[in-house]
């Protein structure tokens, strides 16, 4: 028999009173612990900032405070019916009635469900997890199981933004959201190397060593649990948390709720008899910075209430610093000096920085359930190859990618009739057949088509288009995508970069792209034709999208013709094959007469249209939206 | 059997990416090396190659978890070998495990035991290949073509050391700390910022533009390939004397002492090109100390940590979005005297 996951080995993980700096992340993690109902916390920061250590460092501390409330760690890759629960095999096939085995939610309930790498968590484990957060119970119905259990849990999260953002629905489900950055300071930097050290050369004496600074961490969260029951919160107080995040655009009363409980914990945490306006101010950042949108104006002035309770100790002007708002994905260094024109060019052409990078907002090419070869993330697909991840199985007549697992609890409950005339153990008919459903995400094929023609070179526009193409480029990149990319400047198109996996390549190229000369759209889409379809020839499955970015001034034909019309023209045969998606992003001048020429191109092509001034991810709702 | 690996001593040049490995055998701890580099470098050629000169370590006998005598424990319990418990220890060379670029899932993390559960009913987990890279080398090639879920294993085990296995209606964990030693060719795409982080090291490896070099490798492979049997007993006491050298660098590696104000040097120099996080520092003192190791030194010098910077920072420096990673980082500066 397998016993539940339990503590590998005797090494010891790192003590949570060992770790240096990151004071928010530790308030945050000790919240949660104290009171379970705050929801959970987010960590977010940049790789090798202790977040992990953090988290599993807490295990220790929980089990040292109550037995029950233990740590439990979801991996990326468990099957569904390890997280809900589902049937259990050896005890079926024992006994003959059909067993539960009861799966992650149900261990870390009372406790902590820790996930390391939440933002690449799979969608489907994502529904299972907030559906048993919502409800506060586990409902499974499945392999003949019909059986629920409470399920209520903090949820610690992980996650580093460069890999990718996280759903919102699942964001706006941690209580509380923490940054974590390296530490500065190179006094703290030496303490910590030398804590490392001193970790790795013995884990377990240097466990023994911190175990009694635990045990009194321990011993104070037990001491703050107790006191929680016993507070609460003045009215002026709740009115002061209303106004606070109602000052700072957030949508929903979670976070109103969240900082009243989290303000309720800190100032059991610190001993006090009542929570103050401190204890408010202490845990607001924690709940708003996942949940505000853009525009952060100053926090309003604490309550001047003069026979309140709890008179400030702080005045407002000094209250703590604000956090930054969370950043923005991609690195804002994006801004960087060009190179030196290349030498040689011909007078009139000119080179353009890339103007400021920014998250984009979400586009997908056109989906549907064929079964696909690839890797990536931009979407998801079934897979016919045995690759991809397990995540579930289903009965099957011809049985190819044979689920075992999911076979033998099929099977389990009929053993006891059927092993009567058999001499092997399990005895298997065709009916229990069940066979792997694999999904993994795909990259999309997107074919960049830049117009380079002089136009683009006016008033910064270039700036904003290369900033708009490379942050489109960072975001292929976080889901994996193939990138090509075509310009067209003068007289001709051409195929400046070949369909590759290497965003870096492109990211040069477009660097050193210069701008000048006319603009020959219509040979821009010609030679975009002219890409796709070999692309489309070698794998029929493929669902490109390609993304033009021009000011539609088109002012050279195909043979000599009307640059805008042939344009049109060609825009509207190209339009039509459905298994390509177009988006058009303008970067006409919002000011003065606006012509909308890439307007009509984009109808033309039936393409999303996008001025690229709206190309930005502004804000959470815009995201969920986005998704929709 | 092992007869037709090309000696890892008779490499000609590529010294960086041999020292690097070296490094990495000397001290697990430093969690590995990324080669880069286009292909016909001889990347392949020296991972494969080190089983030659690779040291050995105790276990406990036929575990397939490769577990250390210390760390028996609860694995044993939930193991599929109770015999285990009772048999003594066993010295293994440490072993280098390939994980292929189309490994499925169930492989690299272990899997439903299917004979045990056909002939007796019961559930027992099949050991993968993080098993058996416990306490040993992990080699990827083309790790930048790996698929994203196997790779997101590989982050979740090589995070903590431990493979939590959730799946197949198997719940179970077991130890797994690894080196992770990955080749890749920078031109088919980039590794996932993550991953990246997760190699200790990372060297650059370039064709050589040395005629004479060339010709040496060409004449090296060219003889191996007549007759291997010669060439390898020629180089037969070059291998054992670079195996012996790094034996004797684990045995020396505990008691390398490092003056504080070195550590501060590291910590500036890694604020100041401006790495994310600090793995940074905590690899790139690992790895002047196992230099200092290495050349047969009780003290980390000055040299050691320049070198380490090298080694430990390229693919750490904070880059602008889409940058190259950088080939050379410059060491810490001299401290005033």
């Known amino acids: ?628 | 059997m092992q007869n037709n690996i090309y000696p890892f001593a008779a490499i000609v040049g590529q010294e960086r990416m041999k020292l690097g490995l070296i490094l990495t055998v000397i001290n697990p701890a430093i969690s590995g090396m990324l080669i880069r580099g286009e292909k016909g470098t001889a990347k392949s050629t020296a991972v494969r190659a080190l089983a030659d000169i690779l040291p050995q370590v105790e276990v406990v006998r036929d575990c397939p978890f490769h577990l250390a005598p210390v760390e028996r424990g609860a694995v044993c319990r939930d193991c599929a070998r109770p015999q285990c418990r009772e048999t003594d220890t066993a010295a293994r060379k440490i072993a280098v495990v390939e994980l292929p670029v189309g490994a499925t899932e169930d492989r690299v993390v272990g899997t439903l035991d299917l004979e045990k559960a056909l002939r007796e009913g019961v559930k027992h987990f099949e050991p993968g290949l993080l098993a058996a890279a416990h306490r040993g080398i992990l080699y990827v090639d083309e790790v930048n073509l790996l698929d994203d879920h196997v790779v997101d294993v590989l982050l979740d085990s090589a995070a903590m050391g431990v493979n939590t296995v959730e799946r197949e209606g198997i719940s179970f964990s077991h130890p797994a700390r690894f080196s992770l030693v990955g080749t890749m060719n920078p031109e088919e795409g980039e590794l996932r910022p993550q991953l990246l982080d997760r190699f200790g090291l990372c060297v650059t490896v370039e064709g050589s533009r040395d005629a004479a070099e060339r010709v040496e490798i060409m004449e090296r492979r060219a003889a191996f390939e007549a007759d291997p049997a010669a060439f390898l007993s020629r180089w037969a006491e070059p291998s054992r004397q670079l195996a012996a050298a790094i034996t004797a660098a684990i045995a020396r590696y505990p008691a390398v002492t490092v003056a504080r104000e070195w550590l501060f040097d590291i910590a500036a120099c890694c604020i100041e090109v401006g790495v994310d996080g600090h793995r940074g520092d905590i690899i790139m003192l690992k790895t002047a100390k196992t230099l200092a190791a290495y050349h047969g030194r009780a003290e980390v010098s000055r040299e050691d940590i320049e070198e380490a910077a090298q080694f430990a920072l390229p693919h750490r420096v904070r880059r602008q979005p889409l940058q190259d990673i950088a080939r050379e980082v410059r060491g810490p500066r001299p401290t005033a005297a």
């Open chain 1, 1 to 628: 028999m397998i016993a539940p996951a339990s503590s590998a080995g005797p090494r010891p993980f790192f003590p949570f009173s060992a770790i240096i700096g990151q004071e928010r992340m530790k308030l945050a993690l000790l919240l949660v612990a104290i009171d379970p109902g705050i929801g959970g916390a987010l960590i977010r920061g940049e790789k090798g900032t202790a977040k992990s250590t953090a988290a599993r460092a807490l295990a220790g501390l929980l089990a040292a405070v109550d037995a029950e409330a233990r740590l439990v760690t979801l991996p990326l890759n468990a099957t569904e019916e390890m997280v809900a629960g589902g049937l259990d095999f050896s005890a079926t096939l024992r006994t003959g009635e059909r067993a539960f085995q009861p799966g992650v939610l149900a261990r870390a309930h009372g406790g902590v469900l820790y996930i390391d790498e939440v933002n690449l968590l799979d969608d489907h484990l994502v529904d299972l997890i907030l559906d048993a957060a919502e409800f506060g119970v586990n409902i499974v119905e499945r392999e003949g199981l019909s059986v629920q259990h409470d399920c209520r849990f903090a949820l610690i999260g992980t996650m580093n933004p460069e890999e990718g953002a996280l759903r919102p629905q699942l964001l706006d489900r941690f209580g509380l959201c923490v940054e974590v950055a390296s530490e500065r300071d190179p006094e703290v930097r030496v303490t910590l190397i030398e804590r490392r050290e001193a970790y790795e050369r013995d884990p377990g004496a240097f466990a023994r060593a911190c175990a009694e600074e635990d045990a009194a961490v321990a011993a104070r969260i037990a001491r703050a649990r107790a006191a929680c029951r016993g507070l609460r919160l003045s009215t002026t107080l709740r009115g002061y948390i209303g106004e606070l995040t109602m000052s700072r655009h957030v949508a929903g009363h979670r976070a109103d709720l969240v900082i009243a409980r989290a303000a309720i914990a800190h100032a059991a945490w610190q001993g006090r008899a009542a929570a103050t306006v401190d204890d408010v101010l202490a845990v607001a950042e924690m709940a708003l910075l996942h949940r505000q949108r853009e525009a952060l104006p100053p926090p309003p002035p604490p309550p001047r209430d003069d026979n309140a309770e709890e008179p400030s100790a702080r005045p407002p002007d000094q209250s703590p610093p604000r956090d930054p708002p969370p950043a923005p994905m991609p690195d804002q260094d994006g801004a960087g000096t060009a190179p030196p024109p290349p030498p040689g060019d011909e007078a009139g052409d000119s080179l353009h920085a890339i103007g400021e990078t920014f998250r984009v907002k979400r586009i997908a090419p056109v989906e549907d359930r064929l079964r696909r070869r690839g890797s990536g993330r931009r979407g998801r697909t079934r897979t016919s190859e045995k690759q991809g991840r397990y995540v579930r199985s289903q009965s099957c007549a011809e049985c190819r990618d044979l689920a075992l697992d999911a076979t033998l609890r099929a099977a389990a409950p009929h053993q006891c009739r059927r092993r009567a005339d058999s001499r092997v153990a399990v005895v298997i008919h065709r009916e229990d057949w069940r066979e792997k459903v694999r999904e993994k995400r795909i990259g999309s094929f997107i074919l960049f088509v830049v117009d380079a023609s002089g136009s683009m070179g006016a008033r910064g526009r270039m700036v904003a288009a290369k900033g708009a193409v490379m942050s489109l480029l960072l975001d292929a990149y976080q889901k994996r995508d193939t990138v090509a990319m075509i310009t067209f400047r003068r007289r001709e198109a051409a195929l400046a970069l070949p369909p590759t996996a290497s965003i870096d390549m492109a990211g040069t190229l477009l660097r050193a792209l210069p701008v000048g000369g006319r603009t020959p759209l219509a040979a821009g889409l010609a030679k975009a034709y002219e890409t796709l379809s070999p692309a489309l020839r070698r794998d029929p499955t493929v669902r490109p999208l390609v993304i033009l970015v021009s000011d539609g001034k088109a002012n050279v034909g195909l043979d000599g013709g009307n640059g805008v019309e042939d344009a049109c023209r060609l825009a509207e045969r190209l339009g039509q094959d459905a298994r390509v998606r177009w988006v058009v992003v303008d970067t006409e001048e919002p000011q003065g007469v606006r012509l909308r020429l890439a307007h009509r191109i984009a109808l033309a092509l039936g393409a999303d249209y996008f001025h690229v001034e709206d190309l930005r991810a502004t804000d959470l709702v815009q995201v969920a939206k986005g998704q929709g």
